[in-house]
């Protein structure tokens, strides 16, 4: 059944207000477009936001994870732990540094790194462990830092989702070791593009800011030195002017996200998706910012793809998108040793996940609609 005559609904879509445009406009018209004062005001407010640590902005969430392992001296002949169900940056990045990416498989209910698997996977070469925050739910962080102080380890987290999200009450951001945001415009905040990471002090903060600009360390008006080999990782003032005023909004944006989600948990509930085996997240209001929604499908039980289902929600006006495939299947990763088996979990994740429409602007008849439309579809399909 189509639906030509609906307007389509995206899988994201950022929330800009006017008065955000306005001041891009105003940014614009004052001739300083790159690195300046909208990004010192954007990092002084993302450390406010972080309980005061030090942070420094970045061009992408990309960037920040690499400098992250730079800063934790993290190079070649290390290991950093991390998990295969993420998007491809997270474990590119420690290649990049002469690193080695060592995968723990993830807990198919959390979805997230399995921190049992992550503990067995420590060897005498790992340096740091780099977990992902799967749609915005953290790992169990009491448990993932006990690890990191039994073995030496920093810890790198990959909160490129979860900007917003909390543990036990403390924003993501607020605690911890080197924690990387990123906001790209799919993302709960967006600047665009670009990305933030929290330091710990205001050494590692200097360290940050020689790495974005390569290497540089300018002292009164002509004094000028370069001791790191940095790049070119800074944030445009357009960009973190975007980024001001989405912070604005923040917090409306997380508990609109999670209604959305508690809409969606209510929409499947007694439908023919969860009665043929769709997998739903874990129902976590407190902790999870619900940067996703994401639906595992039961594949033996339908007569239809996962991409023939995606297409199928197409035609009924409906976006959807899949976060991730499992890394270690890609040709890089296979060429470098890894082989399918190795995560079952993350290979099943990766094989069945669909990711469901949510952004601020959906209302809950949105919401409905793309529950009807999935258990259409599961129904329409259903094997036998």
């Not at 389509?8 to 445009?21: A, G, Q, S």
């Not at 790194?113 to 953290?138: H, N, Q, S």
């Not at 033996?300 to 023939?308: F, M, N, P, Q």
């Amino acid at each position: 059944m189509t639906q030509s005559n609906v307007a389509f609904l995206p899988f994201v879509k950022p929330e800009i207000d006017e008065e955000t445009i306005q001041g891009v406009a105003e940014v614009l018209r004052s001739g300083w477009i790159t690195t300046g004062p909208q990004n010192q005001a954007f990092e002084a407010a993302l450390s406010a936001f972080c309980g005061g640590r030090p942070v420094r902005t970045f061009n992408s969430g990309t960037a920040t994870l690499e400098i992250g392992l730079r800063i934790a001296g993290v190079g070649a002949g290390d290991e950093v732990i991390t998990t295969p169900a993420s998007w491809v940056a997270t474990s590119n990045v420690i290649y990049e540094v002469g690193a080695t990416p060592v995968f723990a498989d993830i807990d198919p209910v959390t979805r997230n790194i399995d921190l049992d698997k992550l503990e067995a996977a420590i060897t005498p070469r790992t340096k740091a462990i780099m977990p992902v925050y799967l749609a915005g739910m953290p790992v169990d962080m009491d448990r993932l830092y006990a690890i990191a102080r039994q073995h030496g380890l920093r810890v790198i987290e990959d909160a490129a989702q979860a900007f917003g999200a909390t543990w036990n009450g403390k924003r993501i951001g607020a605690f911890g070791d080197l924690v990387s945001f990123s906001f790209h415009p799919n993302k709960n905040l967006t600047s665009i593009e670009g990305g933030a990471l929290v330091l710990n002090d205001d050494a590692e903060a200097l360290l940050a800011q020689k790495y974005r600009l390569q290497g540089i360390t300018r002292t009164g008006f002509d004094g000028m030195d370069c001791d790191v080999l940095g790049g070119k990782y800074n944030l445009t003032d357009v960009a973190a002017r975007v980024g001001l005023g989405q912070l604005k909004h923040i917090e409306r944006f997380t508990a609109q996200r999670r209604a959305l989600a508690r809409a969606y948990f209510a929409g499947f509930e007694g439908g023919a998706a969860v009665g043929l085996g769709v997998g739903l997240p874990v129902a976590d209001f407190a902790n999870s910012n619900w940067h996703m929604f994401q639906i595992t499908l039961p594949i033996e039980k339908l007569t239809i793809s996962r991409a023939d289902f995606m297409a199928q929600l197409k035609e009924r006006g409906i976006g959807s998108g899949v976060h991730y495939p499992a890394i270690h299947l890609f040709t890089l990763y296979r060429e470098r040793g890894f082989k399918a088996g190795m995560f079952p979990h993350a290979e099943r994740f990766g094989a069945t996940t669909v990711t469901l429409p949510l952004f601020t602007q959906m209302t809950n008849d949105d919401v409905a609609r793309v529950c009807r439309a999935v258990n259409e579809i599961c129904a329409q399909y259903a094997l036998g």
